[in-house]
């Protein structure tokens, strides 16, 4: 069993950066690949990011192209999300998941494990 925690949300203006950390344990990470998602309030879950499991491939999802950078640390067992000049419609869950020898498929269903999410909300 794969187990993910989410931490570093918080609250945040507007234009502001926050970097959200996902701990995984349980496998070593090495071998997971790794996606972001978030849940805004009354909205689906979306795609926020993905790293493969070699951590040579990336992907982001349209709406934060340039402004969330998404990285592994497989020494800390640990993935992060570097997300700059944050906007309020961000405010959201934001999630991590991982998927064995995963690539960056943007699809919830490709996830094997998930955390339960850490809250970031953006003010105006």
């Known amino acids: 069993q794969v187990q993910l925690v989410e931490s570093g949300g918080g609250s945040v203006q507007a234009g502001g950066s926050l970097r959200l950390s996902c701990a995984v344990s349980g496998r070593p990470l090495s071998t997971y690949g790794i996606g972001w998602f978030r849940q805004a309030p009354g909205k689906e879950r979306e795609f926020v990011a993905a790293?493969?499991?070699?951590?040579?491939?990336?992907r982001t999802g349209d709406s934060v192209k340039g402004r969330f950078t998404i990285s592994r640390d497989n020494a800390k067992n640990t993935s992060f999300l570097q997300m700059i000049s944050l906007k309020p419609e961000e405010t959201a869950v934001y999630y991590c998941?991982?998927?064995?020898?995963?690539?960056?498929?943007?699809?919830?269903?490709?996830?094997?494990?998930w955390g339960k999410g850490t809250l970031v909300t953006v003010s105006a």
């Open positions: 998941a991982a998927a064995r020898f995963g690539g960056v498929s943007q699809n919830e269903a490709a996830m094997e494990y």
């Open positions: 790293i493969s499991w070699t951590g040579g491939s990336t």
